[in-house]
């Protein structure tokens, strides 16, 4: 099955919205059911195509949060208050609705737990979502490889899967947060934005050669990236994917 | 650093349909520094086409614009792609 999500052409496919669930305040996953689903790999994406009534198209991609599992696929979105389709997505879209994708794409940005560990996952704000689908293949596979998320969000309510990371916490997986623009009044972790003191507390250490995914908007990935080389961490065993300020 | 800059893994959609291949984990050499990066790892840069540069030097490595119904390539700064099959 992932061989086949490998190559061959890309169609444009009819994906229907089975759940709409809120996140966050700003933020929405949206499962769909897609018959012809050929499976995908955690961290791979799609491209979602909207279609206005004049024929204007307009493309995004999304990448999958969810784990493979069957013929259903969730994309979280974040609502841009100007962008083209994240607001059609996430204020309009209601189960029994729609729409066209294509996918899955890529195969640099994956995870799959015969790769094994140590893992280190850095998220910025949405840039969790395919993290996630890793964090979600990993406990569906019963891995308990050693895995360490530090996901950067703005405040407390707009953590994304804030409740399925506290119960997924443990068992090889640990999660830190940290806050960086407002903090709750009991909040004792990091406040601060991603820095190689952060890094090398959450670890692993270069020495353990973990694999590291990083997934966040340019500045933070580049940040990101820059401090684990200063830290010593080869520059090959650093996945990034980076999203723009546009867009949505 | 430029906040608009990308990364392969935004057009992997793009080179899949041109392609008919995953092509972000294809590995690709820069003819001006000879760095072997995976696509996925190349900058990209989008305007009214898209723009893939080496990460390590700026090289142009690739060009791509596209319409409706045509797209136009240049690999100027590509000296060879290496591809599972």
């Known amino acids: ?248 | 650093m430029d906040k608009l800059m990308l990364d392969g893994n935004a057009v992997a959609g793009l080179l899949q349909e041109l392609f008919a291949a995953e092509m972000t984990s294809a590995i690709g050499s820069c003819a001006t520094c000879g760095a072997t990066e995976p696509v996925g790892a190349i900058h990209v840069y989008r305007g009214a086409g898209i723009v893939l540069r080496c990460p390590h030097c700026d090289n142009t490595l690739a060009a791509i614009v596209r319409d409706e119904r045509r797209v136009w390539i240049t690999f100027q700064g590509i000296r060879a792609l290496e591809l599972a099959i």
């Open chain 1, 1 to 248: 099955m992932a061989r086949a999500a490998l190559s061959g052409r890309l169609t444009w496919q009819l994906a229907e919205v089975v759940d709409v669930l809120t996140e966050t305040p700003r933020v929405k996953t949206i499962a769909f059911d897609v018959a012809d689903w050929v499976g995908h790999r955690a961290g791979q994406h799609v491209d979602v195509r909207l279609t206005a009534e004049d024929g204007y198209q307009a493309e995004r991609s999304y990448s999958i949060a969810s784990a493979p599992n069957g013929t259903r696929l969730d994309l979280t979105v974040v609502r841009i208050a100007d962008g083209e389709v994240s607001p059609y997505l996430a204020d309009e879209l209601k189960p029994g609705d729609r729409i066209e994708l294509r996918g899955p794409v890529g195969g640099y940005f994956v995870w799959e737990p015969p790769q094994g560990g140590p893992l280190l996952l850095v998220a910025g704000g949405s840039g969790i979502a395919p993290l996630m689908a890793m964090i979600r293949l990993r406990a569906a596979a019963g891995s308990d490889v050693d895995t360490r998320l530090l996901f950067s969000s703005h405040g407390w309510d707009d953590i994304i899967y804030r409740e399925e990371l506290e119960r997924l916490n443990g068992n090889g997986l640990t999660v830190v947060h940290t806050l960086t623009s407002s903090q709750p009044p009991d909040w004792t972790g990091y406040a601060r934005l991603v820095d190689a003191e952060m890094l090398a507390e959450v670890g692993p250490s270069p020495a353990e050669r973990p694999r590291v995914y990083v997934c966040g908007p340019t500045p933070f990935a580049e940040a990101v990236s820059e401090a684990l080389v200063h830290l010593g961490h080869a520059p090959r065993g650093i996945k990034t994917e980076r999203f723009g300020p546009t867009g949505g």
